[in-house]
Every structure is written in structure tokens, then in C-alpha cells.
């Protein structure tokens, strides 16, 4: 069974820090590309960043040089460091992991940036 758990949202006062992380399991962690999105309700989701298999990373201009991807294969985990939060970076982030057409999706963590 695949599973996709993200952690680690929560409350954050704009310019804060927060790390996401996404554990997962009944995958080959290192073959797939992972990737971060988000979503705030009545929109849709968006894309944040990607790592790839080769460790080779992209983002959003919305983003780029605030966040940083980064990946862990040997805990099977990947993550989604945050700085200079923003308030328009309030949604709930997804982790997706994706290969040869195969796709997987975490059930979302809540971020909040507010004062």
C-alpha cells in the first residue's frame, strides 16, 4: 500500500520559517521525482517545487529563493524547507510522487502565515 503522510504546517507569523516533510512508503523512494504543491480552497492546485530522482531541483518563481526542496532517500522522505513566509503562502501544501505516469498525492498539511 502507498502511502504519502505529510507533516509539520502549522501557524507562522509572515517572514517565519517551517520545514514540510512527506514520509512515505510502498515505493521505490529513489526512482520517483517528487514534488510539492499547494492549494488554497476555491483555487486550483498549484505547483511548488520538484526534485527530481537525480536530485536535480525547479520552482515556482512565486517561491524561488525562499524555498528549498530536498530529499532524503534513505529515510524515503522529502522535504520543503519554507523561509521568508509570506502571506499569500497560506494553503495546504501536497507532496506528489510521480514516475512513469504513476502518481501519488499525500492527503495535505495546513500552512498558515498570519500576524
Known amino acids: 500500500q502507498v502511502q504519502l503522510v505529510e507533516s509539520g504546517g502549522g501557524l507562522v507569523q509572515p517572514g517565519g520559517s517551517l520545514r514540510l516533510s512527506c514520509a512515505t512508503s510502498?515505493?521505490?523512494?529513489?526512482?520517483?521525482?517528487m514534488g510539492w504543491y499547494r492549494q488554497i480552497p476555491g483555487k486550483q492546485r498549484e505547483w511548488v517545487a520538484l526534485?527530481?530522482?537525480?536530485?536535480?531541483?525547479n520552482y515556482a518563481d512565486s517561491v524561488k529563493g525562499r524555498f528549498t526542496i530536498t530529499r532524503d532517500n534513505a529515510k524515503k522522505t522529502v522535504y520543503l524547507q519554507m523561509n521568508s513566509l509570506k502571506f499569500e503562502d497560506t494553503a495546504v501544501y501536497y507532496c506528489?510522487?510521480?514516475?512513469?505516469?504513476?502518481?501519488?498525492w499525500g492527503q495535505g498539511t495546513q500552512v498558515t502565515v498570519s500576524s
Open positions: 526534485i527530481t530522482n537525480a536530485g536535480n531541483t
Open positions: 506528489k510522487g510521480s514516475w512513469r505516469g504513476e502518481e501519488y
Open positions: 510502498g515505493i521505490v523512494f529513489n526512482i520517483y521525482h
